[in-house]
């Protein structure tokens, strides 16, 4: 035990250890403060980051539906459905233009021309034919009318063929296992 004259001054260094917390906790908690905000912005940028993935995908995959409903269509028998269908088509590739490839849009655009042109001009130009009963009596009319049934029924299967080929267009745009980057 040390000496402690009788009447010196007792110190002790308690103060100067308090004077020193009081001097680092305000940029302690600053500093704390600090990484806590960088490290909730950091995950903020993570998750924004994945919504927009995730936007791009739903926005990429309804163009998919669309053209899948579109060749869906072609069972139809009526002009107006798959007119309906190729309507909402030409609206996708549209917007196709700035969400896929160059290449799939002009495949999309492709689809969109043969469906017009050998499905829909053949499917009205058969039912303008049926319409006039008397028509059908004309040996060419009849001939004709049969030309057309078998090019549409030909262009249908066609492009009904083409239908494996849209899975397989989208396929590296539909994955959901690059939003985890």
Known sequence: MPFIAPNAPVTSNYPVALEWVKALSAPVVAVAVFLVTWSFNRWQ???AKEKLR???YDRRFAIYIVFRDLLLA???SSVSEIGAALRKANIACLEAVFLLDPEIHEYLDQLCERVQAEVLDNMAACDSIKRDPGAMNDPQV???LTERELRLNSARRIILDRFKELPLQFARF???TDLSD
């Open 142 to 144: 009849r001939r004709e």
């Open 74 to 76: 072609l069972h139809a």
């Open 174 to 176: 539909l994955k959901l």
């Open 54 to 56: 995730h936007d791009l």
């Open 45 to 47: 940028e993570r998750l």
